[in-house]
């Protein structure tokens, strides 16, 4: 899967608006771009993903970028239980849905301030 | 209802010993995964496995080994721990969409913490 770069932390206050960033300049026609987040002392859990057009759920909303070398989660009310590491992980659809795992870089360390 | 859960959630053990960790999903999914989260909190793929096939990553020992008596479960054995083994392992799941592994949602248990002594 290909490389994504996301800065190593961000620092947000409470109630406002997060905007994490993802470059992934050699992202190919195909690739997928996921976001997971990794709560203290917990599993990663899925947050969203999007191929072309920005997608919206109950958690985040994943706008990305006209020639898709990059994307950005956004989070429209920051909470202290959003304090987390968030990732950026690229997911390639074609290659037939055969057993892979997920490669996980270092992350961004969302700081939220009360 | 835990979607996935993995037993024991702690686990202290000497080095050389031979241990096993369970993990369960309720999901219906047709894939499982194993990964190890070091030190530094690096998260890494150890195995993957559906009932076509297994794919292991490189770098992961021949003394790990996932064994899967059903759909449902994919337990990790560790032969002679290591030191090095101390760690957390998070088992996951997900189901294989229409548009490959790309629209895939993988789900995360909980975590095992492995600390050799």
């Known amino acids: 899967d290909a490389k994504t770069t996301q800065p190593n932390s961000m620092e947000s206050n409470e109630e406002e608006p997060v905007h994490l960033p993802c470059n992934h300049s050699t992202i190919s026609g195909t690739d997928y771009i996921h976001w997971y987040r990794q709560l203290p002392s917990q599993g990663p859990e899925y947050v969203i993903h999007?191929?072309?057009s920005n997608v919206n759920n109950r958690m985040a909303s994943l706008a990305i970028a006209e020639d898709r070398k990059s994307s950005t989660l956004i989070l429209h009310r920051a909470t202290l239980r959003d304090a987390a590491v968030y990732y950026c992980?690229?997911?390639?659809?074609?290659?037939?849905?055969?057993?892979?795992?997920?490669?996980f870089g270092k992350g961004t360390h969302l700081i939220i301030q009360p | 209802d835990t979607a996935v859960s993995q037993t024991p959630k702690y686990l202290v053990t000497q080095m050389g010993n031979d241990k096993s960790i369970k993990c369960e999903q309720n999901?219906?999914?047709?894939?499982m995964y194993w990964y190890k989260q070091d030190s530094k909190k690096f998260l890494k793929i150890m195995f993957s496995?559906?009932?076509?096939?297994?794919?292991i990553n490189e770098t992961v020992p021949n003394r790990f080994s996932p064994k899967s008596p059903d759909k449902a479960h994919l337990n990790l054995h560790i032969n002679s721990l290591e030191l090095g083994d101390s760690a957390v392992y998070f088992c996951a799941s997900s189901h294989a969409t229409s548009s490959g592994r790309g629209g895939e949602t993988q789900y995360f248990g909980p975590g095992t913490r492995l600390l050799v002594l």
């Open positions: 999007g191929l072309t």
């Open positions: 992980i690229l997911r390639d659809g074609g290659s037939g849905g055969g057993a892979d795992g997920l490669t």
């Open positions: 999901l219906g999914h047709d894939t």
């Open positions: 496995y559906n009932n076509k096939e297994l794919i």
